[in-house]
């Protein structure tokens, strides 16, 4: 049986997994407590929408959260809405919190605008070429620093990432030039078929910061109120001139890769079985019902109100009139003949053909 990377517990935690504090909770008002619980709802709800549309053949290929939401909303509810997020591409809770517009399924429809969409958010466009973002969002954070701007940039990567020369030279940057950035590692175990411990012979993954002169900690990823805590304390400590972080938050992914991805074929059930044991969201909502935040009516009301949500989104997404020459604005900020000259071939097939004839050519 493979290694389970939850099991070695030296980690931050506040909520073990049957949902009871075993740690520091952060001092949050109960209506913060609600949102972080609303919007991890809402990423589980959205996930299955997403998976379910894929298969219809009304989405494009998607990469699920399920099992990872308590990372990705409890960190960035921890952040100023003007602090920077660059993400990979399975970080949806991360989107969610800053608000979910019908324009980030456009993006999994094939939309490019559904990536330009999320600046306004201050969320960087999603990364497909593994850590490929980590420089990038290094530099941003160095340029906040050199502009004397007090916002912090997080960035999303797996444990796969880490593997990436991108990695290991953003790291590096990002240590001798002391910038406000927090590299957050979602160690979900797996990069597609390939697990953690084939990934790296450390033992951690956070302490690869050691090498790099930066601080780091392990945080339970399944735990919303640890990931809140700690990344609440590194933000602060790099927007304080502290410089940056490496976060290792422990979780899993309990879905496939993508949807074009069949992890029967290289994992077994039982491993998954393990990790839905220690749920985000079943351990969160114990937490809240034993405070008296909520109860069955809050829980209905709650889910109720993300399946409204995500279906209004389905709708104004699927009603979206796309313009297929879009594809060709964003290539350069500057065209060039080339792609001048394939724009112009591609308008001609569409006045020739229609736009219904061109798309099932
Ligand atoms: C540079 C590069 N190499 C390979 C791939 C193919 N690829 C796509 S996702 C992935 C695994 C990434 O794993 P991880 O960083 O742990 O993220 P996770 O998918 O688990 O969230 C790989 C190898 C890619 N997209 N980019
Ligand atoms: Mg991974």
């Known amino acids: 049986m493979r290694v389970d990377h939850y099991d070695d517990a030296d980690f931050v935690r506040t909520l073990d997994a049957d949902g009871r504090v075993v740690g520091e909770v952060p001092d949050l008002t109960d209506d913060r407590l609600l949102a972080i619980y609303r919007d991890m709802r809402l990423t589980r709800h959205f996930d299955e929408r997403m998976v379910s549309l894929q298969r219809q053949g009304r989405m494009g290929t998607y990469a699920p959260a399920v099992g990872q939401e308590a990372s990705q909303v409890g960190s960035t509810h921890a952040l100023r809405e003007d602090d920077w997020i660059v ?3 399975r970080e949806h809770g991360a989107v969610a919190v800053r608000g979910l517009s019908s324009a ?24 497909i070429t593994i850590a ?29 990432a880490t593997s990436e020369g991108d990695f290991h030279e953003a790291a590096n940057f990002a240590c001798v030039f002391d910038v406000p950035c927090v590299l957050f590692c979602n160690n979900n175990g797996w990069a597609i078929s390939h697990p953690a411990e084939r990934q790296t012979a450390s033992r951690t993954f956070a302490e690869k910061a050691d090498a790099y002169g930066i601080e780091s900690v392990r945080v339970d990823g399944m735990d919303p109120l640890a990931t809140y805590r700690v990344t609440a304390e590194v933000v602060e400590r790099a927007r304080d001139g502290g410089g940056p972080t490496l976060v290792e938050a422990v979780q899993y992914r309990y879905g496939a890769h993508t949807t074009a991805d069949d992890p029967s074929a290289y994992r077994d059930e ?18 809240l019902r034993d405070r008296g935040l909520v109860d069955d009516t809050v829980v209905e009301e709650i889910e109720a109100e993300a399946r409204e949500t ?42 020739e053909h229609g736009h219904d004839a061109f798309l099932r050519e």
């Not at 993006?107 to 990536?115: K, L, S």
């Not at 954070?141 to 797996?158: I, M, P, S, Y």
Request: proline share 3%.
């Open 87 to 89: 993400y990979q591409y």
């Open 104 to 127: 980030y399924l456009l993006y999994w429809m094939g939309h490019e605008h559904g990536n330009a969409a999320l600046v306004d958010d201050h969320v960087a466009p999603l990364n």
């Open 132 to 160: 490929d973002q980590i420089p990038h969002a290094v530099g941003m954070a160095w340029g906040a620093k050199l502009k004397g701007d007090d916002t912090v940039v997080v960035c999303h990567f797996g444990d796969g």
């Open 270 to 287: 039982a491993e998954v079985e393990r990790w839905r044991e220690r749920d985000p969201l079943e351990r969160y909502e114990r937490f």
């Open 310 to 351: 995500v279906a209004t989104l389905v709708d104004e997404a699927e009603s979206f009139e796309a313009d297929p020459t879009a594809m060709f604005d964003d290539a350069f900020a500057d065209s060039t003949a080339e792609i001048d000259a394939q724009r112009a071939a591609f308008e001609r097939r569409l006045e």
